[in-house]
């Protein structure tokens, strides 16, 4: 995710190795989720979907329009961020819909390999950082500055933290500089990962419901947050540059302005389904709501675009001008 002043770190040979997994494994780059639609002019349009049920709402709201408005074929591919952008050069995938920085992905692929482009902004803000469940704010309200959490990392000691206190991530392909944050701040810490958004959210509703102590990453836009108001820890500030170098960091996330990416060659193939692409915008309510449906009420990813869609008749006409 979310959300990139430091890039997840992988190596280019297991990026290249996710890129033969089987489609058992979840990440292979030619591997569909789901396929609809027949042919037309639009053709195949192949919807990247990263690991956040966010994403999943963006990646069905803009597939179910493609389908139904623009006739084509869509193939979801479920794929890791620093996959999925692979896959522009090849063809095997067309747009990436939310995009939170990757400034290592994007000197990449757009300014030196040029295999993919800048499609405009997705009307999402996003916002990563330090969050505590509601309950540990009332009843410590110190916490909240960074300042003061080794007199309190006693308290969020585990198994998987030893000795230190622990700081929950959540999908460690996610982009995080927490590691850097704990060394570079000198906190009694160690980030122990929850491994995906959705453990990462029950530990966060459990931790409010049984009022024991967590502190974690968490982000917006996330339908989450209007169940529990987690709330954010004030790091030091964010300037600009102050994450130029991932290992040195020392401050806030910044706030990110979402964007969209498409191949080259998709940008410049004539598919009615890059307009769509470009002319995509909501809010983080629109994209909350969606994720809820799916997330929280449990609609098929299918289902809960089609029932904001068919809402919001005024949003989707203006996308397809």
Known sequence: MKKWIKPAAVAASVLSAALGLTACGGGDISATSNAAGGASKCGAFNV???PWVGYEADAYVVG????????CTV???????EVAWQGFGSGEVDTVLENWGHPDLTDKYIKQQKTAQDAGPTGNTGVIGWYVPPWMAKQYPDITDSKNLNKYADMFKTSESGGQGQLLDGDPSYVTNDEALV????????VVYAGSEPALIQAFRQAEQNH????????EPQWFLNEVPLVKVNLPAYTD?????PAKVACDYPKYDLNKIVSTKFANSGSP??????????????????????AKDGMSPDAAAQKW???????VAAWLK
């Open 183 to 190: 060394k570079n701040l000198g906190l009694n810490f160690k």
């Open 48 to 50: 990247a979907v990263n």
């Open 75 to 81: 193939n979801y591919k479920t794929l890791k961020e």
């Open 64 to 71: 179910t329009v493609a389908k139904e408005k623009l006739g």
């Open 241 to 245: 540059g102050c994450d130029a170098d």
């Open 273 to 294: 389904a890059y307009n769509l692409v470009k002319n995509f915008k909501w809010t983080n309510q629109d994209q909350n709501m969606v994720a809820g449906y799916i």
């Open 212 to 219: 024991t102590p967590l502190i974690g990453y968490f982000y």
């Open 309 to 315: 869609i068919d809402a919001n008749p005024d949003k």
